[in-house]
């Protein structure tokens, strides 16, 4: 079936470091990806989506391709604040899933270091 | 403003006793989804319900049941057959484009759930 695996956390790093957070699937089809944020104690807010292969999302300085090649979806930040502390969930739907049913990785933990 | 509400924040349950989690939304959306959240883990899909008066089971039904009467409520039942039911509950809902796709889910704050 469908899976996401996303690198394995916490990660660490100091305010203003460059951030890539691993994401990489298994799908049959054309599926949609996304990132998904979580701050603690909250529930999960959509960072950025992709539909198609070669798309990039993008918001708040965060970005990932849509890479069908590599069946990768990398998140990245140029310059990470200390406020992007969170834990990073990357996600798939199914190409064709008339559900709306989610896959999600098990999430990854950043932590910023002013 | 529009959004997911979940109450309560906190709930505390004896073993043996069923509990209800409520899940309100005014996003005027058709599909909503209950979702398990343990540490270390990933999110894990417990029931959905596409329409009013309709549901299906998710990847882990066993021990919660759901009902869908209105659309802008789906509440989840956690019943005494759920053997480990401590966890990080979430709702979530989303629409659906002109052509039908569903579009992306949008999530309610949680309810933390804590058997004693």
């Known amino acids: 079936g469908d899976s996401v695996t996303q690198m394995e956390g916490p990660v660490t790093l100091s305010e203003e470091a460059f951030l890539t957070i691993n994401c990489t699937y298994t799908?049959?089809?054309?599926?949609?990806l996304f990132w998904y944020v979580q701050y603690p104690g909250e529930g999960l807010q959509l960072l950025l989506k992709?539909?198609?292969?070669?798309d990039k999302g993008s918001n708040k300085g965060f970005e990932a391709t849509y890479r069908k090649e590599t069946t990768s979806f990398h998140l990245e930040k140029g310059s990470v604040q200390v406020s992007d502390s969170a834990v990073y969930f990357c996600?798939?739907?199914?190409?064709?899933?008339?559900?709306?049913?989610?896959?999600f990785g098990q999430g990854t933990t950043l932590q910023v270091k002013p | 403003d529009g959004g997911i509400t979940q109450s309560p924040k906190y709930l505390f349950r004896k073993e043996g006793q069923n509990v209800t989690l409520s899940c309100e939304q005014n996003?005027?959306?058709?599909?909503m989804y209950w979702y398990r959240q343990d540490p270390g883990q990933g999110l894990r899909l417990i029931y959905y319900?596409?329409?009013?008066?309709?549901?299906q089971k998710g990847d882990i039904a066993e021990g919660y049941s759901v009902s869908r009467e209105k659309k802008e409520s789906f509440p989840l039942t956690v019943t005494s057959a759920q053997k480990n039911p401590t966890a990080f509950y979430l709702c979530?809902?989303?629409?659906?484009?002109?052509?039908?796709?569903?579009?992306?889910?949008?999530f309610g704050p949680g309810t933390r759930l804590t058997v004693l």
């Open positions: 979530a809902s989303s629409a659906r484009t002109g052509t039908g796709t569903p579009n992306e889910q949008f």
């Open positions: 799908a049959t089809g054309y599926p949609s």
């Open positions: 992709a539909t198609k292969a070669d």
């Open positions: 996600a798939l739907r199914s190409g064709g899933s008339n559900t709306g049913k989610l896959i």
């Open positions: 996003l005027n959306h058709d599909a």
């Open positions: 319900s596409q329409i009013v008066n309709d549901f």
